[in-house]
């Protein structure tokens, strides 16, 4: 190991400075307190070279014994140079990312950290994304993409699985200015994110700069608040390092929605209301200790994630049921382990391992006897009834997941590398509810115990070129209880237990036909796993299904993607890709406007045909316009369909073959536009002015074959227009933006014509270190 400090003459730490090994791949950066280490070197004599923009440069020669440690101090002396006009061109993490052969959108968010977006409202705005809300802050959202939704797009934050991390630690809780980039990976998934998604996944990766301290606090319309402290702290002698952050959100979610108003069974009126019983609250914390940069580990951490939330339930799957009493809360904590290391026992040969393991308890409350209420925040009361609103209970969830997950890497030579994956989730589940503590169904344990394995092999012939082929395992056992023999004599509930497993594979390829333009083309052959909510229910508006199966789906992607300078200010870039997705057995949700509550079940077979493209253009640092739209084409292609019913059970001619998939956006788009002002009133300040629009084409709320024209139910075509202004001085230490979201007060519908909020403020104030 060669460690060290680089001083100017006058004693002045250098950042920045370029240090390397001659002859070999190793080298390094100062740090900003201009500190280095470079580890891993095998014994022998080295020439170190010392090159810094400004100064003389210098080498060195070292003699390295094994097993030993050198530190340096150096001091540059500064080189006067008079040269022309230099025009430096490379490429960032998230210009890397989107290069693989996979088909894959990066987001970088380090322009969006003044903004008081979320995760969930950026990647609302990635092409081929819609998130389906049901309502304000801390409401639950169906993420789709490309025409698969739910669960069958899986969510990573660092590479950890965020399956089990409970409802306080969802995308709308995570601040934009504590992610460093966001990568949505589509239809073809990579082998080392070990997951059983069935058509694609997105990793949230945090900011992982050494030293950081960001802090925000931001307010606003239907009493929001949201708060966020962010920082790391490493030690680079040592290698000791320490992160976290701390984030709070709350609020009342009491926007006006216009609906019908009932009395009985009956309706008296249709106007605006608001919502009075929403409210949401949470809170999380994340924190990491351990050791980076050393002989032994790149990174061997030890942390925990905590959270809790309680959120005020006003409506179920629909608006027509109100409810003023439900409530839903829950507590997660989940300590985890990371450990990584490159050149593990031999060169080229990288190991990644983590391991966490998450306990959520939640409680569904629904304990108020014999009261009806309307969306006026009238109660009707019931003498004598015992009823709750939907259900009564109190219900308490206690669910424990440990999972964990291995990827090994070797790289054969420049042009051929290996890579392993074996990931295990083992989930169990206890319902007791203190309302109907003899329920027989609650009796029975309820677990899911899912293995994925993977082989990937990767050929890179030369710089213009990559391709990967890959294999993977997957298997699930599942235990519960259902019913059996319906309506007979011998109608009970029962345990059951069921073990599947399947296997699939895919080619992933991409070509630089010219370095501006490169050709994509991936194909995937996967399969999903159930889910315990999809299975055994959530306790309140989903019911069980144990005898969902899992679904498998063909994907192909076809893409172009085009970037270029135009001179030494302009900037441009374009997009599209071709999805073509043949899925049997997809799980959906099945929802039926009269009841509140829902349930998964499995479609035969559905296919996906669509396209989608984006563009940018940026002039120098003050003008940037982007957008980005979405067609997809999915229909039910099933022939015949299995139906089961008192009279009838049996297979059935499908009548809905041919018909798009309803509740699904077929059309979607959206795009932006930047103005940015530099030194207005003083130096090392700026000012931002971005606006946004956002478009969905109207779509059916239930099967455009059922119904006449004049009745078909109907989401209707949505237009929104925000605005955002932002100011930072000091080089960005200091920040103040105000946001105006819908500041066209547009009626807004997602997600079987659930009303979302219309006009809303927001101010936030935020401090970087």
């Known amino acids: 190991m060669i460690r060290g400090s680089i001083y100017s003459s006058n004693g002045e730490p250098l950042p920045g400075v370029t240090i390397i090994l001659q002859n070999t791949s190793k080298g390094e950066m100062t740090d900003v307190e201009g500190k280095f280490q470079i580890s891993n070197i095998l014994p022998g004599s080295y020439v170190l070279e010392v090159r810094h923009l400004g100064f003389h440069p210098v080498d060195k020669t070292i003699g390295l014994q094994p097993s030993e440690e050198i530190d340096l101090e150096l001091r540059l002396e500064a080189k006067s140079e008079e040269i022309d006009n230099v025009t430096i061109l490379g490429k960032s993490i998230t210009s ?3 290069e693989q052969a996979f088909t894959v959108s990066a987001i970088s968010t380090e322009d969006l950290y003044n903004s008081t977006s979320d995760v969930q409202q950026v990647l609302n705005r990635v092409p081929g994304v819609r998130i389906l809300e049901e309502g304000g802050l801390g409401s639950d959202t169906n993420f789709t993409l490309n025409g698969f939704s739910g669960d069958q797009i899986k969510f990573f934050m660092d590479g950890i699985p965020m399956d089990h991390f409970g409802s306080s630690l969802s995308l709308s809780d995570i601040p934009v200015n504590s992610i460093d980039r966001i990568e949505v990976y589509k239809g073809v998934v990579p082998v080392w994110l070990g997951t059983d998604a069935l058509g694609g996944a997105v990793n949230i990766i945090t900011n992982q700069e050494a030293k950081f301290l960001d802090a925000s606090y931001s307010i606003g319309s239907f009493n929001t608040h949201r708060a966020s402290i962010n920082g790391a702290y490493t030690d680079q002698d040592s290698g000791f390092t320490f992160r976290g952050n701390i984030n709070y959100n709350y609020s009342d979610n009491n926007y006006e929605v216009f609906v019908p108003i009932r009395e009985g069974n009956n309706i008296v009126d249709t106007r605006e209301v608001e919502r009075f019983h929403d409210a949401y609250q949470s809170a999380s914390t994340k924190a990491e200790v351990g050791i980076v940069n050393k002989e032994y580990a ?4 030890f942390g925990v994630l905590a959270g809790t939330s309680e959120k005020e339930v006003q409506h179920g799957a629909t608006m027509n049921s109100v409810y003023g009493g439900i409530m839903r809360n829950s507590t997660s904590i989940i300590p985890t382990f990371k450990y990584s290391k490159e050149d593990v026992f031999s060169e080229g040969l990288d190991l990644n391992f983590y391991s966490a393991y998450n306990a959520t308890e939640s409680e569904i409350i629904d304990t108020l006897s014999g009261v009806k209420y309307n969306w006026l925040g009238e109660p009707t009361f019931t003498k004598g009834s015992t009823d709750g609103e939907l259900h009564r209970t109190f219900t308490t969830l206690t669910d424990v997941d440990f999972s964990t ?5 070797y790289e054969l030579t420049l042009q051929h590398s290996v890579a392993f994956n074996y990931s295990l989730s083992n989930f169990s589940r206890e319902i007791f509810d203190a309302e ?6 609650n009796q029975f344990p309820k677990s899911l115990s899912k293995q994925v394995a993977g082989l990937a092999y990767k050929f890179d012939p030369n710089e213009r070129w990559s391709s990967t082929l890959f294999g ?7 235990k519960g209880s259902k019913q059996y023999d319906f309506g007979l004599p011998t109608q009970r509930t029962d345990d059951f237990r069921e073990s599947q497993n399947s296997f699939g594979y895919g080619l992933a390829t991409a070509y630089f036909l010219m370095p501006q333009l490169q050709l994509k083309a991936s194909y995937e052959l996967t399969y999903r796993m159930p889910t315990a909510d999809e299975m055994f229910g959530d306790g309140l508006f989903i019911t069980s299904n144990p005898e969902l199966g899992p679904e498998q789906s063909n994907n192909l992607n076809l893409g172009a993607s085009y970037s270029a300078a135009l001179g030494d200010e302009h ?4 997009g599209s890709s071709f999805i073509y997705r043949k899925a049997e057995d997809l799980i959906y949700q099945v929802v ?19 396209v989608e493209g984006n563009f940018g253009y940026e002039w120098s640092d003050f003008f940037h316009l982007g957008g980005n739209i979405t067609f997809q084409d999915i229909t039910d292609q099933a022939d015949f369909i299995y139906n089961e019913s008192y009279t009838n059970t049996g297979y059935q001619k499908n009548f809905q073959k041919g018909f798009r998939l309803p ?5 979607f788009g959206n795009a932006n536009a930047r103005f940015s002002f530099k030194n207005i009133f003083s130096e090392e300040e700026r000012l931002n002015i971005l606006y946004r629009y956002n478009y969905v084409e109207e779509y059916f709320l239930s099967w455009a074959e059922l119904g006449s024209t004049d009745s078909k139910k109907v989401i209707p075509a949505q237009n929104s227009h925000d605005l955002e202004l932002s100011y930072s001085f000091q080089n960005g230490r200091y920040n103040a933006s105000l946001e105006v979201r819908n500041f066209t007060d547009q009626r807004l519908y997602d997600k079987y014509f659930l009303q979302k909020p219309g006009r809303a403020v927001f101010l936030k104030l935020r401090y970087a270190l």
Do not use: C, H
């Open 96 to 98: 890397r990312v989107r």
């Open 298 to 301: 790149d990174q061997l951490l």
């Open 571 to 574: 900037f441009v870039s374009l």
């Open 663 to 667: 509740n699904t956006p077929y059309l």
């Open 436 to 441: 109907n503590p003899e329920s027989i169904e």
């Open 592 to 610: 039926t406007v009269a009841s509140p509550q829902t349930r998964f079940d499995n479609l035969s077979e559905t296919q996906t045909l669509g």
């Open 472 to 478: 993977k395992y997957y298997q699930i056992t599942a």
């Open 405 to 409: 997950r291995m990827n090994l890497g």
